[in-house]
Each structure stands twice: as structure tokens, then as C-alpha cells.
């Protein structure tokens, strides 16, 4: 299991990383390995606003569908339309080509209040339990 020490995670197993004015948007590998293949991603339309905490898209797997949620509050400026047809991506590489959006942020501050990597770690530890 891959903790990335340049992201923050939130407990619903988003990441989010700093990227100049925004912030790309993933799925943990955690999330990946638990949801198994990525079949399908559904992403939100550019130009939309989400609150954090608000759903903006779903990843299918073989397993499951599963809601994800946004780590920080926001206007959605990109999507990873390759995700489109190599869902897979998100398995592979959740931390890189793998990532979902990327989002102007409307309140930076709400990255600092998201989990550390070890903190992650820590509570992913508590889930499998």
C-alpha cells in the first residue's frame, strides 16, 4: 500500500494535492486496491462548483460503485477525460495519471485540515481491523 508523503487525505479516501493555483483530486490506493478493477469513472462537468464534502463523481469497479467525495471546496477547472476509456488508470497509477480533477480552490486553508499521510496510514489501519 502506497501513502504519498505530497498529498492530504480525507477520511472518505480522497487525496488532494497542491498543484501551483489548484489542487488535483485522486483516489487513494488504499481506496483502488479495496475497490478491485476500475471499470468505469464518472466525472462532474468543467466549470462546476462543489462545497467540501459534496459528491462529484463515482468509480465503478468489478466489486462496487462507489461515490466520491470532494476534499476541498471549489470550482471544478479540469477533468481526466483519458479516464474515460482507460479507467484502469486508477488503479494503476492512483497517485500520478491516475488522478480525477483538478479544482480552483475557494478555501486553501481546508487542505491543511486534511490528513497527513501517517495519519492516513493510521486510520486506514483502524479500518481493517
Do not use: C
Amino acid at each position: 500500500m502506497t501513502f504519498d508523503e505530497k498529498v492530504r487525505y480525507q477520511d472518505t479516501h480522497e487525496w488532494a494535492r497542491k498543484d501551483g493555483d489548484l489542487v488535483v483530486v485522486g483516489i487513494s490506493d488504499y481506496a483502488q486496491d479495496s475497490l478491485g478493477d476500475v471499470v468505469y469513472v464518472e466525472l462532474p462537468d468543467v466549470g462546476a462548483t462543489k462545497k467540501k464534502g459534496d459528491p462529484f463523481g463515482v468509480v465503478e469497479s468489478v466489486k462496487a460503485a462507489s461515490d466520491v467525495y470532494m476534499p476541498i471546496s471549489g470550482e471544478i477547472v479540469e477533468i481526466n477525460s483519458a479516464l474515460e476509456d482507460e479507467p484502469s488508470t486508477v488503479n494503476d497509477a492512483p497517485f500520478a495519471s491516475g488522478w480525477l480533477i483538478r479544482v480552483r480552490p475557494s478555501d486553501s486553508s481546508e487542505l491543511d485540515a486534511l490528513m497527513s499521510a501517517s495519519e492516513y496510514e493510521e486510520y486506514t489501519k483502524g479500518l481493517d481491523d
